[in-house]
T-cell receptor, first 114, second 113 residues
Framework: DSGVTQTPKHLITATGQRVTLRCSPRSGDLSVYWYQQSLDQGLQFLIQYYNGEERAKGNILERFSAQQFPDLHSELNLSSLELGDSALYFC?????????????FGQGTRLTVV | AQSVTQPDIHITVSEGASLELRCNYSYGATPYLFWYVQSPGQGLQLLLKYFSGDTLVQGIKGFEAEFKRSQSSFNLRKPSVHWSDAAEYFCAVGVYNTDKLIFGTGTRLQVFP
């Protein structure tokens, strides 16, 4: 158990809908990262927050947004969903600003868009 | 641009056999290097990491990796594979002075009894 909690574990929704994925980082970790894992794209970095502020952006679509709350949990919002958004979404946390030291991953949320 | 290449998409070995998973990186300076493992239905778990110093790094579960600057490689090895090692393995490079961690496409390991 990495100490990072993601909910829900599975989500099935229709195209055009909006969903929210939730991540609770390890106790004391200030950085939260979101990754998307799909068969054709592999692991893609989406976005990072550090202590409530957006710190880095990767290949995140405009239809996607995220935030980190004062209690350090984070939410990833996906809207106007398309079939191609079906993927495993991982949250990771780190005690540091960067994950290039060590990061701890949650078990992921599997999103299926039908 | 930085990149990580794992040339083997899928590897099959017999239990008890030795294992080597290949990883090559492209980066202008000495990178931070990592190997992560993802078991079915699980998140990624860090196996080992290299930042500097001894180029042979020991990790958890009996894994080790060797950093070879001349070959831009960071191959993962295990002398004797166990059935529980069946998983997907990701090599990653951390870019110094940034927050970026770039993953390879992964190698799926299958272990036969």
């Amino acid at each position: 158990d990495s100490g990072v909690t993601q909910t829900p574990k599975h989500l099935i929704t229709a195209t055009g809908q909006r969903v929210t994925l939730r991540c609770s980082p390890r106790s004391g970790d200030l950085s939260v990262y979101w990754y998307q894992q799909s068969l054709d794209q592999g692991l893609q970095f989406l976005i990072q927050y550090y202590n409530g502020e957006e710190r880095a952006k990767g290949n995140i679509l405009e239809r996607f947004s995220a935030q980190q709350f004062p209690d350090l949990h984070s939410e990833l919002n996906l809207s106007s969903l398309e079939l191609g958004d079906s993927a495993l979404y991982f949250c990771a946390s780190s005690p540091y600003r960067g994950m290039n030291t060590e990061a701890f991953f949650g078990q992921g949320t599997r999103l299926t868009v039908v | 641009a930085q990149s990580v290449t794992q040339p083997d998409i899928h590897i099959t070995v017999s239990e008890g056999a030795s294992l080597e998973l290949r990883c090559n990186y492209s980066y202008g300076a000495t990178p931070y290097l990592f190997w992560y493992v993802q078991s079915p239905g699980q998140g990624l778990q860090l196996l080992l990491k290299y930042f500097s110093g001894d180029t042979l790094v020991q990790g958890i579960k009996g894994f080790e990796a060797e950093f070879k600057r001349s070959q831009s490689s960071f191959n993962l090895r295990k002398p004797s594979v166990h059935w529980s090692d069946a998983a997907e393995y990701f090599c990653a490079v951390g870019v110094y002075n940034t927050d970026k961690l770039i993953f390879g496409t992964g190698t799926r390991l299958q272990v036969f009894p």
